[in-house]
């Protein structure tokens, strides 16, 4: 089944403790990308992925960092967290067809800072 | 995604009744637009998409109508059932500067199909 899948689905952590949410599709899309999600707010690209070691800021990167050593997986890396990071985030990826439109999304990793 | 969803506007249809969900963008220079569906708990799913160059597409029960005039955009679901309940969002690609494109996403409207 095609499938992106994050993992963990919940967290909460403390502020300044790093922490990593994977992220892993089994498509062979080229484009990958990480959006979060706040209420009343549309979806807002993080950072966002061409293919393997292309990476690139989004709307609102700050705070966050991420890798793309391998084509199926792009974690999510927040070095120091902090409250204004607690978000639902979700991870999409698409082929290099549909380039920036992300064709399938993950189920979400709720994230609180506190 | 529950949470996501508690300032959004709601649409309360009943169950095999016509749904009609609309969405404003704001580049007129944006040629590609999208629909998504966001079930509760659940990651976005593409529903449907059209080109700048169409002003209607149709799916399965689902149609998108494009307004260049006025930047409106809609999906209409035909015979809505319980399981088209889910907040309901559009995306516009919209072209920058230096030759990129960005897709901007609305906040979404929340569609609940009463029995």
């Known amino acids: 089944e095609a499938q992106v899948t994050q993992n963990p689905r919940y967290l909460i952590t403390v502020t300044g403790k790093k922490l990593t949410v994977t992220c892993s599709q089994n498509?062979?899309?080229?484009?990958m990308s990480w959006y979060r999600q706040d209420p009343g707010l549309g979806l807002r690209q993080i950072y966002y992925?061409?293919?393997?070691?292309?990476?690139d800021k989004g709307d609102v990167p700050e705070g966050y960092k991420v890798s793309r050593k391998e084509k199926r997986n792009f974690p999510l890396i927040l070095e120091s967290p902090s409250p204004n990071q607690t978000s639902l985030y979700f991870c999409?990826?698409?082929?290099?067809?549909?380039?920036?439109?992300?064709?399938?999304f993950g189920q979400g990793t709720r994230l609180t800072v506190v | 995604g529950e949470s996501v969803g508690l300032h959004l506007p709601t649409l309360s249809v009943q169950e095999g009744d016509n749904s009609i969900i609309n969405c404003a963008y704001s580049n007129s220079a944006s040629d590609y637009f999208i629909w998504y569906k966001q079930e509760s708990g659940k990651g976005p799913q593409f529903i449907i998409d059209i080109r700048s160059n169409m002003d209607k597409r149709q799916g399965q029960r689902v149609t998108v109508l494009l307004n260049k005039t006025v930047k409106h955009l809609s999906l209409q679901i035909a015979a809505t059932q319980p399981g088209d309940s889910a907040v309901y969002f559009c995306?516009?690609?919209?072209?920058?500067?230096?030759?990129?494109?960005?897709?901007?996403f609305g906040a979404g409207t929340r569609l609940a199909v009463h029995p």
């Open positions: 999409a990826s698409s082929s290099s067809g549909t380039g920036s439109v992300p064709g399938f």
């Open positions: 498509m062979n899309h080229e484009y």
């Open positions: 992925s061409m293919n393997v070691e292309v990476t």
């Open positions: 995306a516009e690609n919209s072209p920058f500067s230096g030759g990129y494109n960005k897709l901007i």
